[in-house]
T-cell receptor
Framework: DAKTTQPPSMDCAEGRAANLPCNHSTISGNEYVYWYRQIHSQGPQYIIHGLKNNETNEMASLIITEDRKSSTLILPHATLRDTAVYYCIVRASGGGADGLTFGKGTHLIIQP | DTGVSQDPRHKITKRGQNVTFRCDPISEHNRLYWYRQTLGQGPEFLTYFQNEAQLEKSRLLSDRFSAERPKGSFSTLEIQRTEQGDSAMYLC?????????????FGPGTRLTVL
């Protein structure tokens, strides 16, 4: 799986959009971008994933650049409960059975 | 859907003792994963089951670690002769394994402290 680079921490004001960047310059054609988050003392929670098109669900939006070398996770209206560590993960499609490779992620702090 | 459950949530043990953790995956999920997470780090993959078969082990899984999933449902992770370096959060995840998205759903984890 390709390596990802994320800023170690970010702040965002409550009610504003939180934009979390991720670089994955060595991503290959069959690799998806996944985002998980981990609230303190809980297990990781799946947020969203995508291949090359932008994706949106009830939690967030994922914007992937045309060259697929970077992506941005957008939480449109951040709340205090969105304070967590956010992990960007790249992995191959096809129901890959191997484990997810987590980095250190971005610690997002939502300020009241 | 009750989600992935793990038991116990916390375990404190003395160095040299054996410990066993249990994971109950989401019903009908045929893949089950174990991860370990130390303070300040992301989770690290340990091992994975497809039904009752253990198909992959990380090099992190030393000989003191053993995992089973005897009936393809719940799984246990045993650590023998615990060491202080084993102190970590042990996470379990499951997935149906049928969809190409292969989303892993995680349990709350078992936090192990070895004194």
């Amino acid at each position: 799986d390709a390596k990802t680079t994320q800023p170690p921490s970010m702040d965002c004001a409550e009610g504003r959009a939180a934009n979390l960047p991720c670089n994955h310059s060595t991503i290959s054609g069959n690799e998806y971008v996944y985002w998980y988050r981990q609230i303190h003392s809980q297990g990781p929670q799946y947020i969203i994933h995508g291949l090359k098109n932008n994706e949106t669900n009830e939690m967030a939006s994922l914007i992937i650049t045309e060259d697929r070398k970077s992506s941005t996770l957008i939480l449109p209206h951040a709340t205090l409960r969105d304070t967590a560590v956010y992990y960007c993960i790249v992995r191959a499609s096809g129901g890959g059975a191997d484990g997810l490779t987590f980095g250190k992620g971005t610690h997002l702090i939502i300020q009241p | 859907d009750t989600g992935v459950s793990q038991d116990p949530r916390h375990k404190i043990t003395k160095r040299g003792q054996n410990v066993t953790f249990r994971c109950d995956p989401i019903s009908e999920h045929n893949r089950l994963y174990w991860y370990r997470q130390t303070l300040g780090q992301g989770p690290e993959f340990l091992t994975y089951f497809q039904n009752e078969a253990q198909l992959e082990k990380s090099r992190l899984l030393s000989d003191r670690f053993s995992a089973e999933r005897p009936k393809g449902s719940f799984s246990t992770l045993e650590i023998q002769r615990t060491e202080q370096g084993d102190s970590a959060m042990y996470l379990c995840a499951s997935t149906q394994g049928q969809s190409f998205t292969d989303t892993q759903y995680f349990g709350p984890g078992t936090r192990l402290t070895v004194l």
